[in-house]
């Protein structure tokens, strides 16, 4: 099976920066992480785990909640099999567990239909 292994949190202060990692292994022959979409989701204390960007398979589109659009940015590296969140002007409420997942398309993402997901990594942002 297809596991994801999300890396890069730690304690920052506010408006430092981050980059999480998102590697892949474990492919079916013939397939790689750019046969998935792949999004990176966070789950902050007390509150419901929220999408916060994905990269399509195949041309990269890449899609950001309002609240990070303009600070985060995500992309892909194929022949690492990781996917990466640049995260910057970091915030307080950027503050979650931050989790990568992969779905076969992003319509799939979309109805939270994720077929594999990785550990989470811890962000914490201080004021």
């Known amino acids: 099976d297809v596991q994801l292994q999300a890396f890069g949190g730690g304690l920052v202060q506010a408006g430092g920066s981050l980059r999480l990692s998102c590697a892949a292994s474990?492919?079916?022959?013939?397939?790689?992480?750019?046969?998935?979409?792949i999004a990176w989701f966070r789950q902050a204390p007390g509150k419901e785990r929220e999408g916060v960007s994905c990269i399509r398979r195949g041309d990269n589109t890449t899609y950001y909640t309002d609240s990070v659009k303009g600070r985060f940015t995500i992309s892909r590296d194929n022949a690492k099999s990781t996917v990466y969140l640049q995260i910057n002007s970091l915030k307080p409420e950027d503050t979650a567990v931050y989790y990568c997942a992969a779905a076969p398309s992003y319509s799939n993402v979309i109805k939270m239909n994720l077929h594999y997901w990785g550990k989470g990594t811890q962000v914490t942002v201080s004021s």
């Open positions: 474990g492919f079916t022959s013939g397939f790689t992480v750019d046969d998935y979409a």
